[in-house]
């Protein structure tokens, strides 16, 4: 399994505080990814990196920022969580911008 | 809107039958199609195609690519118990984005 790891692994926090999910690999790919999950609606993507300082918006970007202030690490952060944020939260990795290896995910519950 | 579909949507079928899975695709900027499986968890690498018509294979689960139809499917023989999840597949596509399908949900009955 590629070395990734996410932390928190679960969080519940109230809706207007902000949150900051972190994203650390081993493996030093170049290329990090954050998705978020649910049902009915499959991996969306939020952000992604393609290296330190370099980050680009997905298909549902707002809401959310991140950094890669490091090659090891991608932190999301939503400024200010709502109920639809609520979701199950994937970090990838990948090496080739092909492939793509999943963290365990972090799931999320906004009150 | 590119799009990948997957069919079926569900799917139950007994341990020891082998089952096929489909991805169609659309053909827009495309450069590879890869497999994953999930359980309850994250995502796992299944496989990466390319190529039309070359096989890939992993002891039970096989998957083919055909390019001038635009679809993959994934078999999995003898079935077992642990094979239960949700397949997904995705589309890389020229901007290395990855276009998810919605997935199959597969469950194995004893």
């Known amino acids: 399994d590629a070395g990734i790891t996410q932390s928190p692994r679960h969080k519940v926090t109230e809706t207007g505080t902000p949150v900051t999910l972190r994203c650390h690999q081993t493996?030093?790919?170049?290329?990090m990814y954050w998705y978020r999950q649910d049902p009915g609606h499959g991996l969306r993507l939020i952000h992604y990196?393609?290296?330190?300082?370099?980050?680009d918006k997905g298909e549902v970007s707002d809401g959310y920022s991140v950094s890669r202030s490091k090659t090891e690490d991608f932190l999301l952060t939503l400024e200010s969580a709502t109920s639809s944020q609520t979701s199950v939260y994937f970090c990838?990795?990948?090496?080739?911008?092909?492939?793509?290896?999943f963290g365990p995910g972090t799931r999320l519950t906004v009150l | 809107e590119d799009k990948v579909v997957q069919s079926p949507l569900s799917l139950v079928v007994h341990e020891g039958d082998t089952v096929t899975l489909n991805c169609s695709y659309e053909?827009?900027?495309?450069?590879?199609l890869l497999w994953y499986k999930q359980e309850k968890k994250a995502p796992t690498f299944l496989f990466m195609l390319?190529?039309s018509g070359i096989e890939k294979k992993s002891g039970r689960l096989s998957s083919i690519l055909d390019k001038k139809e635009l679809f993959s499917i994934l078999n999995i023989t003898a079935t077992q118990t642990g094979d239960s999840a949700v397949y997904l597949c995705?589309?890389?596509?020229?901007?290395?984005?990855?276009?998810w399908g919605a997935g199959t949900k597969l469950i194995i009955k004893p």
């Open positions: 995705a589309k890389v596509d020229s901007n290395y984005q990855l276009i």
């Open positions: 493996e030093n790919h170049r290329y």
């Open positions: 990838a990795i990948s090496r080739d911008t092909d492939t793509q290896y």
């Open positions: 990196s393609y290296g330190v300082k370099d980050t």
């Open positions: 390319t190529s």
């Open positions: 053909v827009t900027n495309f450069r590879s």
